[in-house]
Structures are given as C-alpha cells and as structure tokens.
C-alpha cells in the first residue's frame, strides 16, 4: 500500500456515515436479534463452537445482517472475504476460492465469504458457489432483504441454515442512537450534543425499525446543528423531524391518542363514514401504530357492528389480516384500506353480540336445565335415564325444519337474537318468520 492509499482510506474513514462507524464488533452488542444471538440460541451456540454453518441472512434494512456477519467472523478467528452480488460475478468467487484453499492449507484457516444482496446472483453464479459450500472450504453468509426460498437457487438453499432478522424496536434504536452520542472515538461524543426526549423518540419511530436511517438522521442533526453560546449542540423535535424528513403528528401509541383515534376509526365505521374512517387509518399508519393492532381491530368491528347484515365482512378483516401478515408493510396498508372501507360501507347490525351479552346476563341470573330430550344418550346408561328420547330430527322433515322446544323450560319464552332489516340479516328474519308460522 502506496502513500496515496493510505491517505484515500482515511478520508474515506473519515467520510463513512455514522452507521457504519458506530456498526458492532461483538455478537453481544448486537441488538434486537435476540431470537437467534441470544443465550442458548443457534448463533450464540455455533460461535460458543467455533462450528458456522453456511447461513442467509434475510430481513429489512437496517437490521443487522452486514454486522452480524462482520462480528461472526471475528469471533470465530476466520478470514473475512466481501463480496456484493450487484457488482461482482463468477471470476471473483473463483479468486476467492484460491485464496481459501491457499490460507487453508498453509495456516488451516476457515475463510467466511459474505455476499450481500445475494438474490440478485444469477443461476450460473449461485451454482459456482455449490461445491466450495458443499466441501466446506468456504463458509457462505448470504444477506438478503428478498425472501430467500424464491430468490436463491434451490440447490444452494438445501445447503444453508435461513435465519430472518426482525425490524429493531423503538427502545433498541434509542438505545445505539445513546451510544453514538456518547462514543467520542467512533460517534458524536466529541460534539457535545443534548437532544430531547422527544427528538429522540420522534427518530426511532420513524426510523421504521431500520438502525441505519436512525442514526444517519442523527449524524445529519448533529452537524448541521450550530453550537449555542454555551458551546452546545441542541436537537429538538423540529430539528428531528427535519433530519428524518416526516412530521411528528399528535399521536402518542401508550397515551391518549392510542385510545382515541382508534375509538374515532372504529366509531367512524359503525356510522358508515369510509371516509373518516381512512383518516383515522392514516392517523394510524402515519405514526406508527401496530398494524396487525388494526387489522384485530378490524376483525372485531366485522362482527360487533356488521355481523349478520353482510356475513363477508368477517372474511374480508380477516384475510385483511393474513395478507398483511404474509407481506407486511409497507404494501400491507392496501389491504387494510380495503377492509376499511369494505367494513365502513356495508349495512350495520349487532343483533348477535347484543343477543349474546343478554344470554350471558340469564346465565348468570337464572339456573337452567337443558330439556331432556337434547342430551347426550350415546353413554352407557344415558336412554335409561330418558336422554335423548322424543328428540325430532330436523333432516326428517320439510324443509329440514320442526318445531320443538330447544330453550330450558326457564327461559322458555325468551328471545335473543332479532335480526334487522339491514343486508343479508333481513333475509334471514324472513326465513325465520316464514319456519316459525
């Protein structure tokens, strides 16, 4: 290495984004990945044994999966190569493969090759990869934001351990933003900044789980922040929702505003009001409520205010739910709107709950016994004790339909389901009428 080399590396160190100066060198400070680096877990365990198995790394930007392999290799003491599959092909795994075998056979050292973005390898490229994982002369860490069992070749695949990496929460993002505030050497401890509480939840919540948009934000508000006359730099809320670039809105997801604009979306499609209904939805979405909070919600409202007046719209919340479940956000909002304003548009009824809540008030209140007639005689004993007896098969009769007593004698009298006129249910009141005359 030349003088000018040198001198290129440094300003590039110099230039690199505090995300990546600030990235973890140990497998324990890694945070939010705890399902697979935790105590006990795969990880944990297969550097504990200084055995790695070829793994892909698969999850959000953000999350980890550049550190994750980076700290692997120096745990496990073995040379780390890099390559990225946007712009790397064929002729350099081949000249990584020498290396191996040279650094293997003269020092019997592992050698872990990191590709990111490992979906875009073609075919050709992936299969000159399979005998160097398969004999173990290279160990592949493979990261990727697509899902693997559709983007890697299937050969490929059988030979690796897919481990998925999950979006940071809020506390995990404040937690490495703390740090970088505070490390003099890699981050911004030599700055002297204060930032708000607010600022600082403001920027992990909109950072959308991903570590590296939290702290390239807080990179940005740091040094376009001009010291005050106490030599300090300070970051508020205005100035993090301009480094972040999205407003903060009135919403906080444990407070008041929790309750009450989900009180407001649901209210809002009891009153077939779609249109209130999708800004409370935006509200929502836009400040980082849980989705699948929603989508529940949805499903509650599909029952409790639509029921039997339109009997999809049960369906319709919960295949809402699982589609945002198999694609998450951010395309997972399109089916939540579509439930919305299915929900929020059809005719309302909540004869069957309401029907429910009064059954459950004369259990409480009043001691039944269930007619003879409807209980179980398959027992050994059961007919002797007059079970079952005199009980008319509806499938026997027209229309699959007669008329007995089905309420214990108590209640005998009591109704509790009365449908409306709305939608489906004024069918079947009609159908119930016309059995009953």
């Known amino acids: 290495m030349d003088l000018f080399d040198i001198v290129k590396d440094k300003q590039l160190d110099n230039q690199s984004p505090l995300a990546d100066k600030m990235r973890p060198k140990k497998l324990s400070d890694i945070l939010g990945q705890d399902h697979i680096l935790g105590k006990g877990k795969f990880l944990n365990r297969c550097v504990a044994a200084k055995r790695l198995p070829s793994i892909i790394l698969y999850g959000p930007p953000g999350t980890g999966k550049t550190t994750v392999a980076k700290a692997i290799s120096q745990e496990i003491e073995g040379e780390f190569f890099q ?5 790397s092909g064929v002729k350099e795994i081949r000249d990584i493969v020498e290396k ?3 650094l293997l056979g003269m020092y019997q050292k592992k050698s872990i090759l990191f590709i990111d973005e490992i979906h875009r390898f073609s075919k050709n490229q992936q299969d000159a990869l399979l005998p160097h994982v398969e004999k173990g002369l290279i160990t592949l860490i493979g990261a ?3 899902n693997p069992y559709f983007q890697v ?8 351990t897919v481990l998925k990496l ?6 995990d993002i404040i937690t ?4 970088a505030l505070k490390d003099p050497q890699h981050g ?3 700055y002297d900044v204060e930032i708000t509480d607010e600022a600082i939840a403001h920027i992990a919540a909109y950072s959308g789980g991903d570590a590296r948009r939290a702290l390239n934000a807080l990179e940005i508000a740091t040094l376009s922040t001009p010291y005050n006359q106490e030599m300090k730099i300070i970051i508020d809320l205005s100035i993090a929702e301009e480094s972040i670039q999205k407003k903060g809105v009135q919403y906080d997801k444990n407070g008041d505003q929790h309750y009450d604009v989900i009180s407001a979306f649901i209210k809002s499609i009891r009153g077939s009001d779609p249109d209130a209904a999708l800004h409370y939805l935006a509200k929502m979405i836009y400040s980082g409520e849980d989705p699948e909070f929603i989508a529940r919600r949805l499903i509650i409202s599909a029952s409790e205010d639509i029921g039997n007046a339109d009997p999809l719209a049960l369906q319709v919340a919960l295949s809402a739910h699982n589609a945002f479940i198999i694609i ?4 997972g909002r399109i089916p939540l709107a579509q439930a919305t304003t299915y929900l929020a548009s059809a005719p309302k009824s909540n004869s069957s709950y309401k029907g429910l809540d009064e059954a459950i008030e004369d259990v409480g209140r009043i001691n039944t016994t269930v007619p003879k007639h409807l209980r179980d005689a398959s027992y050994r004993g059961g007919k002797e004790m007059g079970n079952g007896i005199d009980y008319l098969y509806p499938h026997n009769y027209d229309h699959n339909y007669v008329e007995q007593q089905y309420l214990p004698q108590e209640i005998i009298n009591h109704k509790y389901y009365l449908p409306t006129e709305n939608g489906y249910e004024k069918k079947i009141k009609k159908y119930l009428e016309e059995i009953h005359k």
Request: net charge negative.
């Open 328 to 331: 998450g956000m951010r395309e």
């Open 144 to 146: 990727t934001t697509e």
């Open 188 to 190: 911004l401890g030599s």
């Open 166 to 171: 999950e979006l940071l929460q809020e506390a």
């Open 176 to 179: 490495l933003m703390n740090r």
């Open 83 to 87: 390559l990225n599959a946007v712009t």
């Open 153 to 160: 070749n299937g050969a490929l695949l059988s030979r690796t």
């Open 100 to 102: 191996a075998e040279g």
